[in-house]
């Protein structure tokens, strides 16, 4: 499976930790940019890069997936969803005290199992590294369910 990454001045650094990791897992990455950490660029700029490839390898039936890196996550995550066949979601935090089986990465292995996110939006000015990558591996190991509502859901968008 090949993933593709791409962050803004704000990412750039977990883009690179978490690129290490993937290589060294075994997965072909593809870096989408920054290339450099500059505060002056545009996350759109590189996020749409990756977001394109993963449509475009969507389209081709080749299983791939993005991850993208921004401040918040949140931007990112608006500008990769702009590309139809995407669906990113937003990872900004560790699980808090809202119980049992909920929280952040409760919401991780959701977007995998009922929307079959194909692109995860990391808020790096939110996470640690750890926690980045756990969020990451979850992300990666959890399949979508393939049940029959959700497909029905995800073909309406």
Request: charged content about 25%; glycine content about 10%.
């Amino acid at each position: 499976m090949t993933i593709y990454l791409g962050a803004d001045h704000a990412g750039f650094a977990l883009k690179q930790k978490i690129k290490e990791f993937l290589e060294h897992a075994g997965y072909t990455v593809a870096d989408m940019g920054a290339y450099t950490n500059n505060d002056g660029d545009d996350y759109p700029d590189f996020i749409t890069a990756a977001a394109d490839a993963v449509a475009n390898d969507c389209i081709k039936g080749i299983d791939s997936r993005g991850i993208i890196f921004g401040g918040s996550g949140q931007g990112e995550a608006m500008a990769a969803n702009r590309i139809d066949g995407v669906r990113a979601a937003v990872f900004y935090g560790p699980s808090t005290s809202l119980g049992a089986g909920s929280g952040p990465l409760e919401i991780i292995k959701l977007s995998r199992e009922h929307n079959d996110a194909n692109m995860l939006s990391i808020g790096a000015r939110f996470v640690s590294e750890q926690e980045a990558l756990d969020a990451v591996k979850l992300w990666l190991d959890t399949p979508f369910s393939n049940e029959e509502r959700h497909k029905r859901r995800i073909m309406k968008f």
